[in-house]
């Protein structure tokens, strides 16, 4: 997650995408409890690998998310965008034993048992345009066989979400070793591909994970959309997503949405798909497919596909805004 989150400007000059909230969660801890769940085991540690300039109060974050999920939460930097197979290997002293590797701006819903007998597993979704995405070709047994990058002709509709299962650490660390000793690079960077192919040729076994839904982070309008799905899936699973230190005068709210602590909506409807962060203040206003976060104010506005962020103020007739962290927009 060392990346900077351009397409996500300018909500992430401030908070690096990952700890973008979504449904009220950053979108990496959301990551961390679905892996979480697939597995179904203890998580001993969980490495962020990040960019130095992130910041104490961020590595302090992501500590505690390691922390709330059992584990030992350790931070790494990659400095230097070199590729993913470079990324990964900043967290080289925490390979060890079966590892799980996820890059952290993508969300996901599944419900398969994971095969730890395999060298590796690799999530993956079915998608109608496998040409933008890179994909895996099964064979009869159910075993990755080949990795195809954007497939010009059709050869498999199962796009690799970015999640990784390794039973062996150790394995993995010394086929990324190898890539940055012999300066194995595509395009300049070190690339896993690079590393999962060399390990296929030595007979290791891959199989697939799919994955029901597969929601991106990486611009505004998916984060949203992003939102509003996540909204609908706890909304089904029943999860209660309003506080019940929600002031409510003359508003309504319609669900799903999510509504952090002492929130106060004024003459006002929210929703359906909206998150709001805690302390924030919505007057005289209509929302709905919006992400707000925390201690914004918003007043005589109407609001459908928006981003706003922490302690933004907006007062204004504009509808598909995203506005960053301490904006003053009136």
């Not at 060392?2 to 009220?24: N, W």
């Not at 199989?207 to 992003?226: F, I, Q, R, S």
């Not at 509504?259 to 006002?268: F, P, T």
Request: glycine content about 8%; aromatic content about 8%; proline content about 4%.
């Amino acid at each position: 997650m060392a990346g900077r989150g351009s397409r996500l400007r300018p909500h992430t000059l401030t908070v690096p995408k990952p700890l973008i909230p979504i449904a009220g969660k950053p979108i990496v801890h959301r990551l961390v409890e679905d892996i979480a769940k697939v597995l179904d085991g203890t998580i001993e540690e969980i490495a962020f690998i990040i960019h130095e300039s992130f910041g104490k109060k961020v590595e302090a974050d992501l500590i505690a998310i390691a922390k709330k999920l059992g584990a030992k939460g350790t931070i790494y930097y990659q400095n230097e965008a070199l590729g993913t197979a470079h990324a990964i290997l900043c967290a080289k002293e925490s390979m060890e034993g079966p590892v799980v590797v996820a890059y952290a701006d993508t969300l996901f819903r599944a419900d398969f048992t994971l095969d730890k007998t395999a060298d590796s597993v690799i999530w993956v979704k079915q998608v109608a345009d496998p040409s933008a995405f890179g994909v895996v070709q099964l064979n009869a047994q159910n075993e990755i066989v080949d990795f195809v990058e954007k497939p010009k002709e059709f050869i498999s509709d199962l796009a690799i979400i970015g999640i990784y299962y390794f039973k062996s650490g150790e394995t993995l660390r010394k086929e990324l070793e190898y890539l940055l000793d012999n300066n194995v690079t595509k395009g300049g960077e070190y690339q896993l591909t690079d590393a999962l192919e060399n390990m296929k040729q030595k007979g290791m076994r891959f199989v697939p994970g799919k994955v029901d839904e597969w929601m991106d982070c990486g611009n505004k309008d998916v984060t949203v959309d992003t939102n509003n799905r996540m909204l609908r899936f706890l909304h089904l699973d029943k999860i209660n997503l309003v506080s019940d230190s929600v002031q409510l005068e003359n508003s309504t709210i319609i669900p799903p949405c999510y509504i952090g602590e002492n929130v106060v909506l004024k003459n006002s409807t929210v929703g359906p798909h909206v998150s709001i962060g805690s302390g924030s203040l919505i007057e005289d206003t209509n929302i709905s497919n919006s992400l707000v976060q925390t201690f914004a104010q918003i007043r005589h506005a109407n609001l459908d596909n928006a981003m706003v962020g922490n302690y933004a103020v907006y007062n204004g007739k504009h509808t598909q805004i995203s506005i960053g962290d301490y904006s003053v927009l009136e």
